[in-house]
């Protein structure tokens, strides 16, 4: 088992998706999908960066154990996952869904829904976020999972060596501290979602 550790920006729901009973990691950190074994831990805390999730950091957001690994063509017809497809506009639940990429018959190229990663009309430089997250075809999932969202734990100063200091992962390697921080998160008991993720209240990303 391996653990990788990252620091998110932002917090929508989006990436971790926590709903409908599975965690999924299908679209950003790149690096993570591509990578991740079946049985490796993620866990990921507030960043701090002043325009993201400083005011949480440095709480924990998630952690999750690696189930299973998907392709976006999978995902898109495996009907455990059917709920998770985007809805704008819609209730929050579904507006940050993260099953929308997909190859259909007689078209070449992605296709995709509107979604948190994806609104017609807005600028995408380079392809934007839908060439980033379709650069690895891989989507990780799992029943097995905690997702505080906006009131997880804060890692003692003496465990924030676990984490990188910024962007990118980390795949920690001391073994006492990790023993802490598996004791912190209660890496034995999963309790799935537990709180509303972060940002749901920022009207940068959510009309109130």
């Known amino acids: 088992m391996v653990t990788r550790t990252y620091r998110l920006d932002h917090d929508l729901g989006f990436a971790p998706n926590p709903f409908f009973d599975w965690c999924s990691l299908a679209c950003c950190m790149g690096p993570i999908r591509r990578y991740a074994k079946l049985g490796d831990v993620i866990i990921g805390i507030a960043g701090s960066a002043k325009d993201g999730l400083r005011r949480y950091h440095p709480q924990l957001i998630y952690w999750m154990r690696v189930d299973e690994a998907l392709t976006f063509d999978e995902y898109w017809s495996d009907k455990r996952f059917a709920r998770k497809r985007p809805q704008i506009p819609g209730p929050k639940m579904q507006m940050v869904g993260d099953r929308t990429y997909r190859n259909e018959p007689g078209c070449s190229g992605w296709s995709f829904d509107t979604s948190m990663h994806y609104i017609s009309g807005a600028p995408q430089n380079n392809g934007g976020h839908v060439a980033t997250d379709t650069k690895v075809n891989r989507v990780l999932v799992t029943q097995s999972y905690t997702y505080w969202g906006k009131c997880g734990p804060r890692v003692p100063a003496h ?15 001391d073994v006492t501290l990790l023993g802490e921080l598996y004791a912190l998160i209660d890496l034995s008991r999963p309790l799935g979602l537990v709180g509303d993720p972060a940002d749901w209240d920022n009207p940068r990303y959510f009309k109130a």
Not at 159 to 173: A, M, S, Y
């Open 159 to 173: 465990l924030l060596p676990l984490f990188p200091v910024g962007r990118g992962h980390k795949c920690p390697k």
